[in-house]
Structure formats: structure tokens, C-alpha cells
């Protein structure tokens, strides 16, 4: 398996949903990750652009494109932009 590096940034709806409703949210992207045959193996809140960085080990670069989508269940965010 290899390990992958995603970036995402949260929309503001689920910033609100966040404080409202505080949770672990390294646990739902476990699960998703499982899910998708890998694991979650670190998951960093940031300041700035970038809101989170998650580190995953997949078994191929298939199932990491397929989660590079944000998925509902984990959370309502945006995969952040390269800016220039």
C-alpha cells in the first residue's frame, strides 16, 4: 500500500455544523478510509487556506482518486486549490 497526502479546506456551512456539533472528525475519515481498503494514519487541523491535512495508506492510486472527491459522509469541505 502506498501512503497519500490530502489537503481540504472546509466550507463554511461545515464550520458552523463544527462548532455546533463538535466530533472527532479523524474518526468518520477512518471509516471512510476503511471503507476504500486502507487507513487513516494521521489527520492534522492547520491555520490559513489549507483546513486539514490527512494522511492515508491505500493499496493504489484507483482508491485514492476515487476519495479524492469529498465524500458527505465525512464532511461538507472543498479539496483545496494550488494558488498562485
Partial sequence: MAHYLFQASYTPESWAGLIKNPENRGLAIAKLMESAGGKLESFYFAFGATD????????????????QRPSQQAAEYEPSRRRS
Avoid: F, K, T
Avoid at 486539514?52 to 476519495?67: E, S
Fill in 52 to 67: 486539514a491535512y490527512v494522511i492515508v495508506d491505500l493499496p493504489d492510486n484507483v482508491a485514492a482518486g476515487r476519495w
